[in-house]
């Protein structure tokens, strides 16, 4: 019992308190063709704690929705890169 009561304990502390959803704007240049949303959406919904992308084929961006407790916007640009298309942030919110 004694080690079950320290293994919750440590869970409820490793989790961060401030952890919330949060939404970027990613600029994705390299989209040149009507398929390429696809791709990059695929590639950001496959990252854990990503709730939520939206591609804009026309305006070039992402916009990804998460969880920063479990992802970070260096990972996001991380996929979209590994996926053939580089990103950068542009926005950040909230």
Do not use: Q
């Not at 709730?51 to 990972?75: C, G, I, P, Q, Y």
């Amino acid at each position: 019992m004694k080690n079950l009561l320290a293994a919750l304990a440590l869970t409820v502390l490793a989790t961060p308190l401030w952890a919330a959803s949060r939404t970027v704007t990613l600029s994705v240049p390299a989209m040149d063709c009507p398929v390429c949303p696809i791709t990059v959406k695929k590639a950001l919904t496959r990252v854990p704690g990503v709730s939520r992308a939206d591609v804009n084929f026309d305006k070039r961006l992402a916009t990804v929705t998460f969880d920063d407790a479990r992802t970070s916007v260096e990972a996001l640009t991380r996929a979209t890169k590994n996926a053939g298309y580089p990103s950068t942030l542009v926005e950040s919110a909230k």
